[in-house]
């Protein structure tokens, strides 16, 4: 496996992280059973990732209403010290999923970490993150709460998700920030112009998710119906957007072709080229996906391939928004 360390901080841990997100039902609804044969497969694959020398472990205190936490805990016993645990908190939800929004008061901020720390079984978290910034507190006094739990011992280091320039210099000036969560991709690529270098310039290192972009940069969506969920969320999976952006990734499809490879393992390789700064954080649910994305751990690139890629997916390329 390969390292990298996260910033100035120094935060050694795997190139390759495992976001276990989609181990949950994270649109609401009930769970399936715990223990039952969905969770066995997700605590298998969280232990095989572990035994193939991924550290960083991300999940969320919203996932599944605290069911993906219950996972990793269940995967981590008994080694706890291979484990990097990245928790983001404070993202509400209704019980059919809807997202009424982040609290991001101090008291809640305490109030979620001492339910990860049970959930998880641990008595500390190596990086918390508030999941969004909310727009009613002040995020200084969001942020402050985190470096308060750092001073007691129950945090490592500060991370934070889905920021802009501003909010990330912002939240550094209160507490060294380790690392920043955002989506990062060939098709995502709007964090170059400005969040990207404010990172660098301060030592922060990033955490890229989305590296295949729901599938897109896979050639997933080529051979199956889009889920009508998935599209009316993100209006680059829906209508003319989506035959459009189909014919993009044409491109990254052939290329892989030519060098025996998948397009996802090019997708998280390019993510990879980016610098040494960079973590590219992938999904996975079953262990049958691991030795794939894996494999882009052996990828280079020459000048003319990260030229031409650089073209294709110039920013912009990728049409309909995120989100």
Known sequence: MQMRRLGRNGLLVSAI??????????????????????????VKTIEAALDAGITLLNTGDFYGMGHNETLVAEAIRGRRDRAFLSVKCGIQRTHTGTILGMDGRPSSIKNYAAYSLQ????????LYQPGRVD?????????????????EGKVRHLGVSEVNADQLRKAHSVHPVAA?????????RFIERAVLPVARELGIGVVAYGVVTQGLLAGAMRKQVVD????????RFHGE????????????????ATKGRTPAQLATAWMLSRGDDIVALLGMSRRSHLSENLGALDISFSSE????????????????SRS
């Open 119 to 126: 959930r998880l079984g641990v008595d500390h978290i190596d």
């Open 180 to 188: 920043l969560e955002i989506e990062y991709s060939l098709a995502s």
């Open 305 to 320: 391939d990260l030229d031409a890629l650089d073209k294709v997916f110039a920013p912009g390329a990728i049409v309909g």
């Open 17 to 42: 992280g495992l976001g276990c997100m989609r181990m949950s039902n994270i649109m609401g609804g009930p769970q399936p059973p715990l223990h039952g044969d969905r969770d066995k497969e997700s």
């Open 228 to 235: 009508p969920a998935l599209a009316a969320s993100f209006p």
């Open 135 to 151: 727009p009613s507190v002040p995020y200084e006094e969001t942020i402050g709460a985190v470096a308060d739990l750092i001073g």
């Open 241 to 256: 957007s989506l035959q459009k952006n189909l014919t993009t990734v044409e491109f990254l499809e052939h290329m892989a």
